[in-house]
C-alpha cells in the first residue's frame, strides 16, 4: 500500500471546494482511495469557535490545530487498514495556512503549545497545491456569498493569498495555480500537477538549472517569501545510468530525510522516485555511500516569484556563482526570474554543474 498526504490550500475564493470534487473524479478513476480532510477553520467558526468567540486569536489557533492535526491523524490510521494499494489523503488547507493569521510570536507560542516545530508540521505532507484566490486576476469573480465563514475584501483576500503562499515556501514539493486561464483549466492544471507528482502515468521531472551570479543573500533572507533550507546529500553505490542519492533536509537542527532515484529520459526530463526515510533509515542507508563522492552541503533558498518557485542552491565551495532550479510541468513554460538574480548561463544539459558531478572527488 503507498499512502500519499497532500494539501490543497489558496487563498479565499480560490476554487478549492470545486477542486475536491475534480480531485475525486480525477484519480478514483486511475485506481485511488481518495480521503479528504475538511478544512478544519470553517468547520470550527460555523459551530461557533472562532478568533473572536475564544479567548484570544492565539486560543482559536490552538484549538484549531490541535483539532486538525487529531483530524489527519485519523484518516491515516484509517488508510492503514484498507484493501487498497494507493491511498490520497486530501487535506482541505494544512497547519501552515494556520501561520498566515498569526504574528511570528503566536505562531512560536503555538509551536511551543503542539510540541512540534515548524519543519516538522510543513513537510508532514508530500507536496502542497496552491490555488490563487480570484482577488488575484479574476477579481470579477470574487464572492463572499459562498462561504459564511469569509469575510475579506478583494484586497485583503489577495494580501492574505500572499501570506499563505509565503507560509508553504521552503516545502520541497510547493506547486502554485493561478488565474492566467479560463477556471476550467485551472481545474485540469491542477489535476496535472497532482497527476506529475504522483508520477501517473509516469513519474517524469521537468526541470530547468541555471548558473547565476553569486546573489544578494542578505536580500534573500528579507523576503518573506523566501526560506533557508539546510541540505547534506550523500550518493550512494549504484548501476552506471541510475542515480540514488539520499539527502537530510531541515534548518534549526530539525530535519526529514528522504531517498531519491532517479534516471534520464531526455536533456530535461527524467524518471524520479522518492520516497520518505525515518532517520534510523538515512542513517543505515549512509552504509552504502559512494566513496569515491563526497557530501554535499549546501544552502537552498527557497524563492516564491510570479507564481514559480525558484529553489537557488549556494555552496561553500563558490563565492561567484551559485544555481537555480526550477520545476516546470510543461517543458516550454516560460521563467520570469526576479531581476535581483542575475543569469550568466543555462546548464540544464551541461552534467558538469549537476551535483552528482560536483560530489566527485
Same mark, same amino acid.
Given at each position: 500500500?503507498?499512502?500519499?498526504?497532500?494539501?490543497?490550500?489558496?487563498?479565499?475564493?480560490?476554487?478549492?471546494?470545486?477542486?475536491?470534487?475534480?480531485?475525486?473524479?480525477?484519480?478514483?478513476?486511475?485506481?485511488?482511495?481518495?480521503?479528504?480532510?475538511?478544512?478544519?477553520?470553517?468547520?470550527?467558526?460555523?459551530?461557533?469557535?472562532?478568533?473572536?468567540?475564544?479567548?484570544?486569536?492565539?486560543?482559536?489557533?490552538?484549538?484549531?490545530?490541535?483539532?486538525?492535526?487529531?483530524?489527519?491523524?485519523?484518516?491515516?490510521?484509517?488508510?492503514?487498514?484498507?484493501?487498497? !494499494?494507493? %491511498?490520497?489523503?486530501?487535506?482541505? $488547507?494544512?497547519? /501552515?495556512?494556520?501561520?498566515?493569521?498569526? #504574528?511570528?510570536? =503566536?505562531?512560536?507560542?503555538?509551536?511551543?503549545?503542539?510540541?512540534?516545530?515548524?519543519?516538522?508540521?510543513?513537510?508532514?505532507?508530500?507536496?502542497?497545491?496552491?490555488?490563487?484566490?480570484?482577488?488575484?486576476?479574476?477579481?470579477?469573480?470574487?464572492?463572499?456569498?459562498?462561504?459564511?465563514?469569509?469575510?475579506?475584501?478583494?484586497?485583503?483576500?489577495?494580501?492574505?493569498?500572499?501570506?499563505?503562499?509565503?507560509?508553504?515556501?521552503?516545502?520541497?514539493?510547493?506547486?502554485?495555480?493561478?488565474?492566467?486561464?479560463?477556471?476550467?483549466?485551472?481545474?485540469?492544471?491542477?489535476?496535472?500537477?497532482?497527476?506529475?507528482?504522483?508520477? !501517473?502515468? %509516469?513519474?517524469?521531472?521537468?526541470? $530547468?538549472?541555471? /548558473?547565476?551570479?553569486?546573489?544578494?543573500? #542578505?536580500?534573500? =533572507?528579507?523576503?518573506?517569501?523566501?526560506?533557508?533550507?539546510?541540505?547534506?546529500?550523500?550518493?550512494?553505490?549504484?548501476?552506471?545510468?541510475?542515480?540514488?542519492?539520499?539527502?537530510?533536509?531541515?534548518?534549526?537542527?530539525?530535519?526529514?530525510?528522504?531517498?531519491?532515484?532517479?534516471?534520464?529520459?531526455?536533456?530535461?526530463?527524467?524518471?524520479?522516485?522518492?520516497?520518505?526515510?525515518?532517520?534510523?533509515?538515512?542513517?543505515?542507508?549512509?552504509?552504502?555511500?559512494?566513496?569515491?563522492?563526497?557530501?554535499?552541503?549546501?544552502?537552498?533558498?527557497?524563492?516564491?516569484?510570479?507564481?514559480?518557485?525558484?529553489?537557488?542552491?549556494?555552496?561553500?565551495?563558490?563565492?561567484?556563482?551559485?544555481?537555480?532550479?526550477?520545476?516546470?510541468?510543461?517543458?516550454?513554460?516560460?521563467?520570469?526570474?526576479?531581476?535581483?538574480?542575475?543569469?550568466?548561463?543555462?546548464?540544464?544539459?551541461?552534467?558538469?554543474?549537476?551535483?552528482?558531478?560536483?560530489?566527485?572527488?
Amino acid at each position: 500500500m503507498k499512502i500519499t498526504k497532500i494539501v490543497i490550500t489558496g487563498g479565499p475564493c480560490a476554487g478549492k471546494s470545486t477542486a475536491m470534487s475534480w480531485v475525486q473524479n480525477a484519480f478514483t478513476q486511475r485506481g485511488y482511495t481518495v480521503l479528504f480532510v475538511s478544512e478544519t477553520a470553517t468547520e470550527l467558526i460555523t459551530g461557533g469557535v472562532a478568533p473572536w468567540t475564544c479567548g484570544t486569536s492565539g486560543d482559536f489557533q490552538n484549538a484549531l490545530l490541535h483539532l486538525q492535526l487529531s483530524k489527519e491523524k485519523v484518516f491515516e490510521i484509517a488508510a492503514e487498514t484498507m484493501d487498497t !494499494e494507493k %491511498v490520497l489523503i486530501v487535506c482541505d $488547507r494544512g497547519a /501552515l495556512d494556520n501561520k498566515a493569521y498569526m #504574528s511570528k510570536e =503566536e505562531f512560536a507560542r503555538t509551536l511551543d503549545y503542539l510540541g512540534m516545530n515548524e519543519i516538522a508540521l510543513r513537510d508532514n505532507y508530500d507536496a502542497v497545491f496552491h490555488l490563487v484566490t480570484a482577488a488575484k486576476g479574476a477579481e470579477e469573480f470574487y464572492t463572499t456569498a459562498n462561504n459564511a465563514a469569509r469575510t475579506e475584501t478583494v484586497d485583503e483576500a489577495a494580501a492574505l493569498d500572499d501570506k499563505l503562499i509565503s507560509a508553504w515556501t521552503g516545502h520541497p514539493h510547493l506547486r502554485i495555480i493561478d488565474n492566467s486561464t479560463n477556471f476550467e483549466d485551472k481545474m485540469k492544471c491542477l489535476i496535472a500537477e497532482i497527476s506529475s507528482f504522483l508520477g !501517473e502515468p %509516469v513519474p517524469y521531472e521537468i526541470e $530547468r538549472k541555471f /548558473l547565476i551570479e553569486y546573489p544578494d543573500v #542578505s536580500w534573500l =533572507e528579507s523576503l518573506p517569501n523566501c526560506q533557508r533550507i539546510e541540505i547534506i546529500q550523500t550518493y550512494l553505490k549504484s548501476d552506471r545510468d541510475v542515480e540514488v542519492r539520499v539527502r537530510q533536509r531541515g534548518f534549526g537542527g530539525h530535519f526529514i530525510y528522504f531517498e531519491t532515484t532517479k534516471r534520464k529520459v531526455s536533456g530535461i526530463k527524467r524518471v524520479e522516485i522518492e520516497r520518505r526515510l525515518s532517520e534510523s533509515e538515512y542513517i543505515n542507508l549512509l552504509m552504502n555511500a559512494d566513496m569515491t563522492r563526497r557530501q554535499i552541503r549546501k544552502d537552498r533558498y527557497c524563492l516564491t516569484y510570479e507564481n514559480q518557485y525558484f529553489e537557488i542552491d549556494i555552496y561553500p565551495f563558490w563565492n561567484d556563482k551559485a544555481i537555480v532550479e526550477i520545476e516546470l510541468s510543461d517543458e516550454n513554460a516560460k521563467i520570469k526570474f526576479p531581476e535581483q538574480l542575475r543569469v550568466i548561463k543555462e546548464v540544464t544539459d551541461d552534467d558538469s554543474y549537476k551535483n552528482a558531478s560536483l560530489a566527485k572527488m
